[in-house]
């Protein structure tokens, strides 16, 4: 922790009337790393940050203040990171389009010059992409019998973007893939894996159905028996090694049911990753996040160029403008009602398609997409504990984050926006 950061916690400390040991007791951390804080000896992690500001009983401006200087002075926390990874993610799954044009005309037919053995080995990546995608393809042809298992890392993107190929070509069919996780679940390095999973969970034709498990469990050891990474069709086994510079083709019926059945009885052991709905009721403009607690009380977060949607809603209502009260953090003592947050701009523009909603009670988290052009909803959820946390962190810092506009950024937009529309209605 800097000095700067330091300084202002012991003015703080002072207006209190508490001591640094009374304080480092309350906080539960030890009374000499305390001290190394202050002087910017050591570095304070969030956490410890937030039970100070409880322990210390700070204002709301206080703990903005506290919040941007440690913002500032940081680059390398983690709840910082998987926030710019959240917003990473919000722009992709709504932007990237599945049906997007390809290059490619016809598929590699690297299959068909083999011989007619029941194993082959092959070498270099190129053949066995190549493979795969004459594989793929053939059993794609098979329509809705189609059936593909696989366990294939996601830096191999062009698995992924055959998928959405063959999406787009109409074509349908069931594809279970088997995704291994690192097992470090509060630091968020599965967030690049979500981003791919999502844009094929949300595809129309093709019934994707992603799996997880964590590595260091009793699944692995069964999953190392098949190879890290394989693909499995209806006629072919393919087995590959880790960096795709060598694998096994088999199209024996024996090994195939071998293997099929070894592949079930892992996906028995996987959990889903992330459940698909189609839902029928409509919403309009949603929040870019949300946060939903006991008794439906929610914290909606919008983009600061849709606060005209607050005057819609208000009008809506039937109610007089009491937007100020609706922005601004219920005093302690009183009832909590629901909030709504303007975020800067920079972070989030005026998304009208895409809403992620963090479930407190449920545990999960939802992805909700509004197809406008198809009228329809579409709601992806992940349970998964991983995701869940780094969320969870996240919707925690959030409201006190620099991100969040001062309710007098909120109250000029508001009074720019009422003298517009004022001016139209007097035309």
């Known amino acids: 922790m800097s000095q700067e950061i330091g300084n202002v916690l012991k003015d703080m400390i002072k207006e209190k009337n508490m001591t ?3 304080l480092a007791k309350e906080v539960d951390v030890d009374r000499s790393t305390f001290q190394h804080f202050l002087s910017g000896k050591r570095k304070l992690n969030l956490e410890d940050l937030r039970k100070i500001m409880i322990a210390l009983n700070l204002s709301k401006d206080k703990k903005k203040q506290l919040y941007t200087l440690y913002e500032n002075e940081y680059d390398d926390r983690e709840v910082l990171k998987n926030s710019q990874d959240i917003f990473s993610l919000f722009g992709e799954i709504d932007q990237l389009n599945p049906e997007k044009e390809w290059v490619e005309t016809e598929e590699y037919l690297v299959k068909n010059q083999l011989a007619s053995e029941k194993a082959r080995i092959i070498k270099g990546q ?3 992409e190549g493979i795969i995608r004459s594989c793929f393809m053939e059993e794609m042809g098979r329509g809705a019998n189609a059936h593909v298992i696989m366990s294939v890392n996601f830096k191999h993107y062009f698995l992924y973007d055959l998928i959405m190929r063959v999406n787009g070509q109409n074509q349908g069919g069931k594809i279970q893939n088997i995704i291994p996780l690192v097992n470090k679940k509060k630091l968020g390095n599965n967030l690049d894996i979500l981003k791919t999973v999502l844009l094929l969970k949300r595809l129309d034709n093709i019934d994707y159905e992603p799996y997880y498990f964590y590595s260091g469990t009793k699944i692995y050891d069964d999953i190392s028996i098949i190879v890290p990474n394989y693909f499995i069709t209806s006629k072919q086994v393919i087995t590959i090694d880790r ?9 024996d019926p024996e090994i195939l049911e071998y293997y099929r059945e070894k592949s079930q009885s892992i996906l028995s052991k996987c959990e889903f990753f992330v459940e698909k709905e189609l ?7 949603p929040s870019s996040f949300e946060k939903i607690m006991k008794n439906n009380i929610t914290e909606k977060y919008i983009a600061f160029d849709r606060l005209d949607s607050l005057i819609d809603q208000d ?6 403008a ?3 009260a609706q922005l601004q953090s219920p005093e302690k003592g009183c009832v909590r009602i629901s909030e709504t947050f303007v975020l800067r701009d920079g972070l989030i523009t005026g998304n009208r398609n895409l809403c992620i909603r963090y479930l407190v009670n449920e545990e999960r988290v939802d992805f909700i997409l509004i197809n406008e052009t198809k009228s329809s909803i579409l709601k992806l959820t992940v349970k998964e504990i991983g995701i869940v946390l780094v969320f969870r962190e996240f919707f925690n810092y959030l409201p006190h984050s620099v991100h969040v506009c001062s309710p007098e950024e909120i109250k000029n937009g508001l009074r720019n926006i009422r003298s517009v529309t004022e001016g139209i209605e007097n035309v």
């Open 20 to 22: 640094v040991f009374s």
């Open 126 to 128: 190129v053949k066995i």
């Open 243 to 251: 960096d795709f510079e060598s694998a096994i083709i088999y199209e």
């Open 279 to 285: 839902l029928n009721t409509i919403i309009y403009s």
């Open 315 to 320: 009008h809506n209502s039937g109610e007089k």
């Open 322 to 324: 009491n937007l100020t």
